[in-house]
């Protein structure tokens, strides 16, 4: 049997907490909303995975909380999107120690 403490999820929900807020910070400030269509697209890509993607469409449409759902992955791939162009890569030479201590960070 496994004892789960607090503390095993704190540094998870600290880092999620942190990660929200940023997100929310860079979508305010390069004002990035989606559109009633984006959101469609996003739904559409999903009725693609049914046999009937028209009653899909309909059942999907019928709930706001799917539709917000919908919205909410729109909003992420204009966030991806806008984060990848601002993005300036650069390789850097780094020890395998050092990797190691990174990813404990994280």
């Known amino acids: 049997q496994i004892k789960l403490t607090h503390e095993m999820f704190e540094k998870d929900a600290n880092n999620m907490v942190t990660l929200r807020l940023l997100v929310q910070e860079f979508?305010?400030?390069?004002q990035i909303e989606v559109s009633d269509d984006e959101?469609?697209?996003v739904v559409e890509?999903?009725?693609t995975m049914y046999e009937d993607?028209?009653?899909y469409l309909a059942w999907y449409f019928q709930d706001?909380?799917?539709v917000n759902n919908a919205k909410a992955m729109a909003i992420e791939q204009k966030v991806t999107?806008?984060?990848f162009a601002k993005a300036q890569a650069k390789d850097v030479a780094i020890s395998y120690e050092d990797v190691m201590r990174l990813q404990q960070q994280f």
Not at 27 to 30: A, L, T, Y
């Open 27 to 30: 979508i305010k400030e390069n």
């Open 39 to 41: 959101v469609k697209k």
């Open 45 to 47: 890509e999903m009725a």
């Open 53 to 55: 993607a028209s009653d």
């Open 64 to 66: 706001e909380q799917r």
């Open 81 to 83: 999107e806008a984060i």
